[in-house]
């Protein structure tokens, strides 16, 4: 009689520690889902929502199952800030993965730490989010950041015949930041170039025609653009119809992704076929195994042929966070956050690796010359390069 | 100092883009000239009419006229919108207090955007170039994309066919009297009802037209209504509340300050512009070409 | 004491309370409310007592939430000063937009008010070097709290809590003692003689009243508030955006104002608690939040022209067969 009561009394004591344990892993998303920036932060959202679904399956992480809540950030500072804290205050998130912006990133950022949440940017690129004035112990980022990216660009433009450059940015941290980081590299390495002429419209601009048609007055012969998302749409439409790509026979490089798979799909024929782009990913450069077996699955998941080239970026985010929370061995912010630094994860585009420095994960991107093939109804970029960042991180 | 081809272009693109505005600043002049309200509705007709050009693209398939189509049957389906609001919904508030209409206006505004955020969820949505008026040409050493051309042509058209509607036919005499004086025109047996309406279904059907005609230059998303609504406010204050050649003015002046602004004071030019309607409300509150209204 | 009179003391002691019930999400949802209750207060000055209908009343609101970010953020300030500098920036942004405002009527009236609201935003928003520009100024450091934490070590309970919620603490005092200074406002003769220009302006030009110096001292301290309010929410939001000056934010608080019912001080307040809580629980259902509220809106309109407020006014006049006057 008393062993039965023993364990009646054990599994008393157990209950709430099982009930503990059932208890789902909170993972907070902001992420832009209405507008032009939709076209990457939807299907980037989805991408972390699949690898959630697949390890789920698995049976989660430390025994618990991983919960998502997207929230629609609409690509704004304000509103990012105002919905990561309702995460956290109202939904209790343990963990935020997401924000899309290089505003969001940082404003973010600072909610994070205020409240010791570990926070994973998957896509803001901009230098400041772990510079060395704002880096704490609870961000971290797993996209490229604006010196890989301007640096990569220079080094591609280098190579062309032309001397007279122009660039065109938004004017926040992003466009600022990575036209720095291109315009510096690129004199270094070929002091005689000149930048003839550079124009900031502002985040989400509709109307470019004043800016297309004041960069041209100063006849540049190629341009630099980190127009991105819908916005790169609407740009290059209103480009093209002015004849911008013809003059300067395309030496044009948009990065901003302006060569993803989304992005030609969704513009088909207008699309300046022979213009130079980056993307985090393509369906069609299925280099590794590993990025084949990830192509299919995710092919699968989103019911898409050619499925999008950003839902990586939220996979791999949620990668790292279900690798540290495993090392760790607990969700505890402080444990997670030590467990990030220096984590090597095998991610469908290679291995990366979280250095201790600045929080920074060697994310290259895949860089290439937009062509017509016959096998899709798009263009994709021929021949498409991984470019790897290590040289271009300080 | 930029040359003459690139001052040319320049000012070509601030043309397009006021044509465009005047569209829709026309349609919220004449409702504010006869109803004496300020409809906030009326950028969400503008997003609207671009919305349903898509959507009758869609439907229609591509091929030759098949974009005029679907901007004409949008335009007329927003025409159509108006209409129904007016008749159902606005004329139990003729006698309220202006504030109460506009509050109205604002809260059919966010109704009718959300209502396109379900019927076509949030990604933006493009359109091409009508396969007629694809192409450019070289004008002067500039590139002019046709379509380009032709709304600059379209803006004038339209305000000439306006000017002569409202002073030469029966109907144009009545909307001029009721914007004057609505009671008298009742008394005098006019069915100003029936002229409320269509009024409304005419500034509609103009702010629907505009957002179907911008859709293969711009995106067709969430958010294009508020910022129109603003832009046109500025049109028709400089321009003067009511006036049609004022808002064709306001909108001329507000494209070539926005234009050359990016040239020659990039991070000011959006300031130039609510400074310019500033001013002019300051010193002529009734706009260049305005009456005063008492 | 007046029922009004207790009636505010007890809402503020329940104010006080909420940290009490120990979640951190609903002293997020007061402190918005009661910054809320203070700038839609300070808009009523303007629409319920005088009269002008303002749309860009968010301009002294942005006005305030720089002032007191820039000042702590980039001169290390301290709150003290930082607050009240919201307050006297406000006043003076709303001394010279409302010179100019005051002296037009009605539809030119309130575009003018749009236009400087415009103007503050493009400011805010292009220059990069003092606002941050166009991705604003995140981290807005919280005041010292140092002084009340040691203080609460000895007196009982006044320790133990976060910061979030001794800055909330604050905002209740600092939003009560400004409401309360309002109150007095509108109930002293000034307030009263803006009521009478609401009433018939020209009647009152008639009486030898300045009509416009009156209209432009309501139009300063709707501004000063305005900025105090927009001081605090700078601090509450951990960061200072531009389109805390963008048309879209005048057009809520106008809203929350006109929902909470004008005719009464407390139906601002009364229509940001309704406004806030009503947004919270219709987000968790549905992301059609603008629907719901613009068929709200609608109803309100058509069903009870006199916001909350006015309908609960009009209801309890009937049940105690008073006539409230607004």
């Known amino acids: 009689m008393l062993h039965v009561f023993t364990v009646l009394l054990a599994m008393l004591f157990a209950l709430p520690l099982v009930a503990e344990a059932q208890k789902p892993i909170k993972v907070g998303m902001p992420m832009p889902l209405s507008g032009p920036p939709a076209l990457f932060g939807e299907p980037a959202s989805k991408g972390a929502q699949m690898f959630v679904e697949e390890i789920n399956a698995k049976g989660g992480v430390l025994g618990r199952k991983l919960e998502l809540l997207v929230r629609d950030s609409k ?24 924000t899309l912006t290089s505003a969001e990133g940082p404003a973010v950022s600072v909610v994070a730490k205020e409240n010791k949440i570990v926070f994973i940017a998957p896509i803001p690129k901009t230098d400041q989010l772990t510079a060395a004035d704002k880096l704490h112990p609870y961000v971290f980022r797993v996209a490229a950041t604006t010196t890989m990216e301007g640096r990569s660009a220079a080094e591609i433009v280098a190579k062309w015949p032309v001397t007279q450059v122009a660039t065109i940015s938004f004017d926040y941290a992003y466009g600022q930041d990575v036209t720095k980081a291109f315009v510096e590299h690129l004199k270094k390495i070929k002091p005689s170039v000149q930048i003839v002429d550079q124009q900031w419209p502002k985040l989400g601009e509709q109307d470019y025609n004043p800016f297309i048609n004041a960069q041209m007055a100063k006849k540049p012969e190629a341009i630099f653009s980190s127009i991105w998302g819908g916005f790169f749409v609407t740009y290059s439409k209103q480009a093209k119809a002015l004849g911008v790509f013809d003059a300067i026979k395309y030496n044009f490089i948009g990065v901003g992704e302006a060569a993803t798979p989304e992005t030609t799909k ?51 985010g949620m990668q790292f966070l279900t690798e540290a929370i495993k090392k760790a061995g607990s969700t505890d912010s402080d444990k997670v956050s030590k467990a990030l630094l220096g984590l090597t994860v095998e991610t469908p585009i290679g291995p990366l690796t979280i250095r201790e420095k ?36 300080d | ?129 009508p396969p007629e008026l694809a192409s450019s040409f070289s004008l002067f050493g500039a590139t002019i994309p046709q379509y380009n051309l032709f709304i600059i042509l379209l803006g004038p058209s339209i305000a000439l066919a306006f000017w002569f509607v409202l002073q030469r036919t029966r109907a144009g005499r009545f909307i001029r009297a009721a914007a004057l004086d609505r009671e008298t025109l009742g008394a005098l047996g006019v069915n100003v009802g029936a002229l409320y309406t269509g009024v409304f279904m005419l500034a ?65 030019s959006i300031f130039a512009v609510f400074a310019l309607m500033a001013a002019v409300l300051i010193i002529r509150p009734w706009g260049l070409l305005g009456r005063p209204i008492r | 004491m007046s029922v009004h009179g207790l009636a505010g003391i007890l809402v503020f002691v329940a104010a006080l309370l909420v940290p009490a019930l120990g979640s951190r999400f609903y002293t997020f949802l007061a402190n918005d409310v009661i910054i809320w209750a203070l700038f839609a207060t300070s808009l009523n000055l303007l629409v319920g007592y005088t009269g002008l209908v303002s749309f860009g009343h968010a301009a002294y609101f942005g006005v305030g939430a720089y002032v007191t970010g820039i000042l702590m953020k980039k001169l290390a300030v301290p709150f003290f000063l930082a607050w009240p500098a919201a307050g006297v920036f406000g006043a003076a942004c709303a001394l010279v937009f409302g010179f100019f405002c005051v002296r037009l009527t009605r539809i030119y009236f309130a575009m003018l008010t749009l236009a400087f609201a415009q103007i503050v935003w493009a400011i805010c928003f292009k220059w990069n070097e003092l606002t941050g520009g166009e991705q604003g100024m995140p981290e807005i ?72 110096r009156y209209e432009l001292a309501a139009f300063v301290l709707a501004g000063a508030f305005a900025g105090l309010a927009g001081g605090l929410f700078g601090i509450f939001n951990r960061g200072v955006f531009p389109d805390f000056a963008y048309w879209t934010k005048s057009s809520e608080v106008l809203i929350m104002t006109l929902l909470g019912g004008m005719g009464t001080f407390y139906g601002p307040s009364v229509g940001a608690l309704v406004l806030i809580l009503l947004n919270q629980q219709i987000v968790s259902y549905t992301e059609y939040w603008p629907l719901v509220l613009g068929t709200v809106l609608v109803v309100l309109l058509f069903g009870f022209p006199g916001g909350i407020a006015g309908a609960v006014g009009a209801l309890s006049g009937r049940l105690f067969r008073r006539v409230r006057s607004a």
């Not at chain 1, 919905?83 to 956290?88: K, P, W």
């Not at chain 2, 389906?77 to 919904?89: H, S």
């Not at chain 2, 002046?253 to 991070?267: A, C, E, N, T, W």
Request: overall charge neutral; charged content about 15%.
């Open chain 2, 1 to 129: 100092m930029p040359d003459a081809s690139f001052v040319f272009a320049q000012s070509l693109s601030g043309l397009t883009a006021a044509m465009f505005l005047f569209l829709i600043a026309s349609g919220l002049s004449l409702i504010f000239g006869v109803l004496r309200v300020l409809n906030f509705a009326h950028g969400t007709f503008y997003m609207l009419g671009a919305y349903l050009a898509y959507q009758a693209m869609l439907w229609l398939g591509p091929g030759p006229g098949r974009f005029w189509l679907a901007a004409l049957g949008a335009a007329l389906g927003i025409a159509l919108l108006g209409g129904v609001v007016e008749r159902v919904l606005f004329r139990h508030l003729y006698g309220k207090e202006e504030l109460y209409q506009l509050l109205f206006t604002y809260a059919l505004g966010l109704i009718l955007s959300d209502a396109a955020k379900i019927f076509w969820g949030t990604q933006q949505k493009s359109v091409s170039r």
């Open chain 1, 358 to 393: 600045d929080h920074q994960a060697n994310r290259g991107q895949l860089y290439g010359k937009t062509v017509k093939d016959a096998k899709y109804p798009f263009a994709i970029m021929k021949p498409v390069t991984y470019v790897d960042p290590s040289k271009f991180m």
């Open chain 1, 75 to 98: 690509a704004d500072a304000n509103e990012a800030v105002r919905v990561a804290r309702e995460l956290i205050l109202k939904e209790n998130v343990d963990f935020l993965v997401g």
């Open chain 1, 266 to 316: 969704s513009m088909g024929a207008d699309y300046p076929v022979g213009i130079w782009g980056n993307s985090y990913d393509a369906f069609y450069w299925g280099e590794t195994p590993a990025h084949r077996d990830y192509t299919t699955r995710l092919s699968k998941y989103l019911k898409d042929e050619y499925p999008s080239s950003w839902a990586i970026q939220g996979y791999i």
């Open chain 3, 141 to 212: 450091p919280y005041p010292d709290f140092g002084w009340l934490e040691r203080l609460g070590a000895s007196v009982p309970l006044l320790g133990g809590w976060r910061t979030a919620e001794y800055f909330y603490f604050l905002c209740a005092v600092l939003v009560g003692a400004s409401l309360w200074a309002l109150h007095r406002i509108v109930t002293s003769p000034f307030g009263r003689m803006l009521t009478t220009i609401r009433e018939n302006a020209e009647r009152a030009e008639f009486i030898g009243i300045n009509v416009r």
């Open chain 2, 204 to 268: 509609s059907f103009l702010g629907g037209l505009g957002g179907a005609l911008i859709s293969p230059m711009r995106a067709t998303t969430p958010g294009m209504d508020t910022e129109v609504i603003v832009e046109a406010f500025v049109v028709v204050v400089i321009g003067g509340l009511g006036s049609l050649w004022g808002t064709f003015l306001g909108a001329v002046v507000y494209g070539q300050v926005l234009s050359f602004g990016i040239l020659f004071f990039p991070r000011f």
